[in-house]
């Protein structure tokens, strides 16, 4: 009788034991990636700055026939911890394709066709695709870099095709 209780209880703690190894590897898990970079610079971009997306929306094909435009979205770049000790100006310079329908604008991808996205500054003059922006004075502290795009037509008749689109611009700062 001794032997069958020891087996018993054996038995019982053998399987409490599966149940909670079984209820560990069911619970969850995952993994947490930090990157970013140390740079030489007089301010730091804001993690929110680094990598956004930016809505334009959905534009009628009739706005934007031969050459028309949708309004333009504003998008920043935050600049925080600046020290303007040495440094006190910053140019920025945005890059990528270049549209092959319309002339100095950042080229699109997708199923839309015959339009390309222009950028301006917060003056409202159009940004050139690898070409420097004027330098803007920045101040000790917190800064916003204020920039806008919009959608441009192609200026030919019949050359806005309707669909999804998608364009990606890289950007660097100069600090002077």
């Known amino acids: 009788m ?3 209780t020891k087996t018993a209880l054996v038995s019982m703690f053998m399987l409490a034991g599966t149940a909670s190894m079984v209820q560990a590897a069911g619970a969850g898990q995952g993994t947490v990636t930090f990157e970013g970079a140390i740079i030489e610079a007089a301010c730091s971009i804001a993690p929110e700055s680094v990598d956004q997306t930016v809505g334009l929306g959905q534009v009628a094909k009739s706005q934007l026939e031969l050459g028309g435009s949708s309004a333009p979205q504003p998008f920043d770049i935050k600049l925080v911890g600046c020290n303007t000790a040495t440094l006190k100006t910053v140019s920025t310079t945005f890059t990528g ?5 319309v002339s100095g604008a950042l080229g699109i991808v997708g199923t839309a066709s015959g339009a390309g ?3 301006r500054n917060a003056s409202g003059t159009l940004i050139e695709l690898g070409v420097s922006t004027p330098p803007q004075t920045i101040q000790d502290g917190n800064n ?3 920039f806008g795009a919009f959608l441009k037509g192609a200026t030919a008749a019949d050359t806005v095709v309707p669909g999804e689109f998608t364009a990606i611009t890289n950007f660097s700062l100069a600090y002077q």
Do not use: F
């Open 144 to 146: 916003t870099l204020q």
């Open 117 to 119: 996205i222009m950028m």
């Open 97 to 101: 394709g270049a549209s092959a329908d």
């Open 2 to 4: 001794k032997c069958v």
